[in-house]
């Protein structure tokens, strides 16, 4: 054998190699791309129903908030008319039950005073003079005749 054959051989013989190792990877990669491909149509085949399970919900969510946000307004309507009767009430009633209360505190005030203490001897004052009360009855003149 010549150089020349040798060196052929080894060339034929790395060919193989290279191509055995790549029959063997795109064998490897023909089976990853038969489960993705699977894998993909499994996907397809949940998530179709799913995203129609989805755009239900959404729709009853949309519903649901309409008849909340129904509520929510008549509940604001309820609140200023509660308001407003609240203000119509105190307007009404205010003033009078106010000036009943005091009337009532003022009966209570009198009431006690007049039972707790005798009343008081009464003094007339006549330009800077006080006078008992005895003298106040008689009217007497400078001279002190009646």
Same mark, same amino acid.
């Given at each position: 054998?010549?150089?020349?054959?040798?060196?052929?051989?080894?060339?034929a013989v790395f060919w193989a190699i290279l191509v055995?190792?790549?029959a063997v990877v795109?064998?490897?990669?023909?089976q990853v791309l038969k489960a993705t491909t699977r894998l993909v149509a499994e996907?397809?085949?949940?998530?179709?129903?799913?995203? !129609?399970?989805?755009s239900e919900t959404v729709r009853t969510a949309q519903t649901q908030l309409e008849r909340v946000d129904a509520i929510a307004s008549?509940?604001?309507?309820?609140?200023?008319?509660?308001?407003?009767?609240?203000?119509?009430?105190?307007?009404?009633? !205010? !003033?009078p039950l106010v000036k009943v209360a005091a009337?009532?505190?003022g009966v209570r005030q009198a009431l006690a005073r007049k039972d707790a203490?005798?009343?008081?001897?009464?003094?007339?004052v006549i330009v800077g003079r006080t006078l008992p009360s005895a003298r106040r009855g008689s009217r007497r003149t400078r001279g002190?005749?009646?």
């Open positions: 054998m010549s150089g020349g054959e040798v060196a052929g051989i080894l060339v055995s190792f790549l795109l064998v490897r990669l023909a996907v397809s085949e949940q998530a179709v129903p799913l995203l !129609g399970e989805a008549d509940v604001q309507e309820v609140a200023s008319n509660a308001s407003a009767l609240s203000s119509t009430v105190a307007t009404t009633f !205010g !003033g009337f009532g505190y203490q005798p009343p008081a001897r009464r003094r007339t002190g005749k009646a």
